[in-house]
């Protein structure tokens, strides 16, 4: 695996287990999609900045080798 391969797996298991962590001390209601849910409300920007970020990362890389 490459190191931002590992990287990006490490990151994913702490925001996993940080939201573990909330869910089981403070309940749903401080948990990072019950926050995430909120600011879609209350700021609609975020929901479209969230959908072009995704769209950016995970849209097919025309350059990629032929495997």
């Not at 287990?17 to 990072?32: C, M, P, R, W």
Request: proline share 1%; net charge negative.
């Amino acid at each position: 695996m490459s190191k931002a391969g590992i990287f990006i797996l490490i990151v994913i298991l702490a925001i996993a287990g940080f939201d573990a962590y909330l869910i089981i001390g403070e309940g749903t209601e401080s948990s990072i999609s019950n926050q995430i849910i909120e600011w879609s409300y209350e700021y609609p920007a975020f929901t479209f900045l969230m959908g072009f970020t995704m769209g950016h990362l995970f849209w097919v890389i025309s350059n990629r080798k032929k495997q």
